[in-house]
T-cell receptor
Framework: NAGVTQTPKFQVLKTGQSMTLQCAQDMNHEYMSWYRQDPGMGLRLIHYSVGAGITDQGEVPNGYNVSRSTTEDFPLRLLSAAPSQTSVYFC?????????????FGQGTRLTVV | AQTVTQSQPEMSVQEAETVTLSCTYDTSESNYYLFWYKQPPSRQMILVIRQEAYKQQNATENRFSVNFQKAAKSFSLKISDSQLGDTAMYFCAFMKSYGGSQGNLIFGKGTKLSVKP
């Protein structure tokens, strides 16, 4: 029972490089999202998706790109890494209805841009 | 827009004692969900407890309980019989139950809890 699988766990990039953070879930949730965590800031929403083929911006979308071709996968792309993108990134998969809700998180990726 | 405020950046408690973490939120919604997440040094986000706004009864999970005051928009977490393994960052979070951006979590900035032996 994998839940949310997020890779890699650690990554160091040089300024200007690109990379993709992978996220996959096996719970058949329609809703998936990406957050970044910075010291003293809590977690902030980058992008989210309410189903395959549908994505939207969150609070801090600049410099990131997402796509959702399948229900299971929701990768996050950094097109040209900048030091300001040094952070810990979390992917989440959620379900909700009128009675209950829960979000499940991946293990996080610590990204350092030098 | 919704906001979540955790006014205690850091707290400490002696092992076996009780501690309460504060959380207030602002919303115009009448139905929503509130969560407390624990983040130990491993970085994993672990759901501690969840409260549905339509329920008047406060949620409890073993040593963890909440004091949900809907009118005051307050959602505090009480940890009883604190254990060393409770040392972690704790985040309060809000989620709408319907409408646009449903499913998005809005987090507070966190409270770093240290349990001392």
């Amino acid at each position: 029972n994998a839940g949310v699988t997020q890779t890699p766990k650690f990554q160091v990039l040089k300024t200007g490089q690109s990379m993709t953070l992978q996220c996959a879930q096996d719970m058949n949730h329609e809703y998936m999202s990406w957050y970044r965590q910075d010291p003293g800031m809590g977690l902030r929403l980058i992008h989210y998706s309410v189903g395959a083929g549908i994505t939207d911006q969150g609070e801090v979308p600049n410099g990131y790109n997402v796509s959702r071709s399948t229900t299971e996968d929701f990768p996050l792309r950094l097109l040209s890494a900048a030091p300001s993108q040094t952070s810990v990134y979390f992917c989440a998969s959620s379900y909700f209805n009128y009675k209950e809700a829960e979000a499940f998180f991946g293990q996080g990726t610590r990204l350092t841009v030098v | 827009a919704q906001t979540v405020t955790q006014s205690q950046p850091e707290m400490s408690v002696q092992e076996a004692e009780t501690v309460t973490l504060s959380c207030t939120y602002d919303t115009s919604e009448s139905n929503y969900y509130l969560f407390w997440y624990k983040q130990p040094p491993s970085r994993q986000m672990i759901l501690v407890i969840r409260q549905e706004a339509y329920k008047q009864q406060n949620a409890t999970e073993n040593r963890f309980s909440v004091n949900f005051q809907k009118a005051a928009k307050s959602f505090s977490l009480k940890i009883s019989d604190s254990q060393l393994g409770d040392t972690a960052m704790y985040f309060c979070a809000f989620m709408k139950s319907y409408g646009g951006s449903q499913g998005n979590l809005i987090f507070g900035k966190g409270t770093k809890l240290s349990v001392k032996p």
